[in-house]
């Protein structure tokens, strides 16, 4: 018996590390804790920083690069970034309609439990700041540039 469960725990054990991603309902739960979560190779890594910072820090270190990235909220910033970094899959609880659009236009697989016109600001007085700078540009790398000039 104890040979069986060893065997089963295994089996498990494989099958967990073979998933493309971790489960929705864990993703959602860890959002709430952190901001940017990193499926890759096998290894779940969390980051916590606010706005796109998540994103900008790791761009050139290939954190993004084929991974499935669990991002608290998606706007067309946040999305041109993803494409910039190469993702290959991304869920969020909140998108906007100008993030699904460069998805759908890169090719970028997307899962989210809400669609929403824009995203806001903080104070829901206006659109968010981030995705007022690339309001004009669908290119990933004009994005990469217009952030990491600030």
């Known amino acids: 018996m104890k040979s069986f469960f060893i065997g089963l725990m295994t089996i498990l054990l494989i099958a967990c590390s073979m998933s493309k991603r971790p489960d929705t309902d864990f ?8 901001t ?3 499926y890759k190779d096998g290894k779940t890594t969390f ?4 706005g796109l910072d998540p994103l900008l820090i790791r761009l050139n270190d290939g954190t ?3 991974a499935f990235v669990a991002d608290r909220i998606v706007g067309k910033a946040s999305a041109l970034l993803h494409v910039y970094g190469q993702v290959k899959e991304v869920y969020t609880p909140v998108i906007s309609k100008p ?3 460069i998805y759908e236009k890169y090719g970028i697989k997307y899962s989210a439990d809400q669609v929403l ?3 806001l600001n903080r104070t829901k007085t206006g ?3 981030m995705d007022l700078k690339v309001q004009d540009t669908d290119d990933p ?3 990469y540039r217009i952030f990491s000039e600030e």
């Open 117 to 119: 016109d824009n995203i």
């Open 36 to 38: 940017l979560i990193v």
């Open 64 to 66: 993004f690069k084929d």
């Open 99 to 101: 993030a699904i659009k």
């Open 141 to 143: 790398a004009e994005a």
């Open 127 to 129: 659109l968010c700041p």
């Open 27 to 34: 993703l959602r739960n860890q959002l709430k804790e952190h």
């Open 47 to 50: 980051y916590d920083e606010r």
